[in-house]
């Protein structure tokens, strides 16, 4: 059964850290791009940060020099290590995994997806 698993959320303050991890099973995962998305309340869902099978990275402008995605395949994780945090930042935390970094940064769909991880932070 392949599965994503995302962990790592929680409450923190403005200006606090969070590390999430995305942990994949059931797929060879160093064959994946893997993408963090993100969905706040009431908005649609966007893309974040992905990495590649050869480490090159995406960041959205509005998490960049804040936020760091990391893979590590001995583990079948990536982490985004999130600093400075906003409260606009608040959303629901998703990974996805894509044959094609393309695909994840241009289109956004991802052939696998987590259940997500909820992600608060208060000012």
């Known amino acids: 059964e392949v599965q994503l698993v995302e962990s790592g959320g929680g409450l923190v303050q403005a200006g606090g850290s969070l590390r999430l991890s995305c942990v994949g099973s059931g797929f060879t995962f160093d064959e994946f791009a893997i993408g963090w998305f993100r969905q706040a309340f009431g908005k649609e869902r966007e893309l974040v940060s992905c990495?590649?099978?050869?480490?090159?990275?995406y960041y959205s402008d509005s998490v960049k020099g804040r936020f760091t995605v990391s893979r590590d395949n001995a583990k079948n994780t990536v982490y985004l290590q999130m600093n400075s945090l906003k409260p606009e930042d608040t959303a629901v935390y998703y990974c996805?995994?894509?044959?094609?970094?393309?695909?994840?940064?241009?289109?956004?769909?991802?052939?696998?997806w987590g259940r997500g991880t909820q992600v608060t932070v208060s000012a």
């Open positions: 990495i590649n099978i050869d480490g090159s990275k």
């Open positions: 996805a995994a894509h044959r094609s970094f393309r695909t994840l940064i241009f289109v956004g769909s991802g052939d696998y």
